[in-house]
Nanobody, 125 residues
Framework: QVQLVESGGGLVQAGDSLRLSCAAS????????VAWFRQAPGKERQFVSR????????AYADSVKGRFTISRDFAKNTVNLQMNSLKPEDTAVYFC??????????????????WGQGTQVTVSS
C-alpha cells in the first residue's frame, strides 16, 4: 500500500514562489501517473498538473500553465510542483495523488487511488 506525503506549503505574498514535494513510500512511482489537485473552501477538488513517471509527459490546467512546473526526482522518488508568480486565487489545500487513470480520466480525482493528506498554500494579496 503506497503512502503519499506532501510538503512545502505555506503562506506567501502574491508574486512569490513555492515548491511542493510529494514523497512516496511503500512503492515507487514507476508505472504510475502522479498528479496534483487543489481544493479551495467550498469548491470541488480541481486538477492542477500531472506527470507520467515513466514517460515524463506532463499536463497542466489552463489556470496554472506557464507558472507551475511539475517534475520528478528519481533519486528521491518524489514529484515536485514548482509554483511561481502565485496569485491569491491559487490559495487552496494541495493534494498529491497517484494511480493509473484511463486517458479520459487523467484529470478526474476519482480515477486516482492513492492520496496524500494535503498541504495548505495561502497567497495573500
Amino acid at each position: 500500500q503506497v503512502q503519499l506525503v506532501e510538503s512545502g506549503g505555506g503562506l506567501v505574498q502574491a508574486g512569490d514562489s513555492l515548491r511542493l514535494s510529494c514523497a512516496a513510500s511503500g512503492r515507487t512511482f514507476s508505472g504510475y501517473i502522479v498528479a496534483w489537485f487543489r481544493q479551495a473552501p467550498g469548491k470541488e477538488r480541481q486538477f492542477v498538473s500531472r506527470i507520467d513517471w515513466s514517460l515524463g509527459s506532463t499536463a497542466y490546467a489552463d489556470s496554472v500553465k506557464g507558472r507551475f512546473t511539475i517534475s520528478r526526482d528519481f533519486a528521491k522518488n518524489t514529484v515536485n510542483l514548482q509554483m511561481n508568480s502565485l496569485k491569491p486565487e491559487d490559495t487552496a489545500v494541495y493534494f498529491c495523488a497517484s494511480g493509473n487513470p484511463p486517458p479520459y480520466g487523467l484529470g478526474s480525482p476519482s480515477r486516482y487511488d492513492a492520496w496524500g493528506q494535503g498541504t495548505q498554500v495561502t497567497v495573500s494579496s
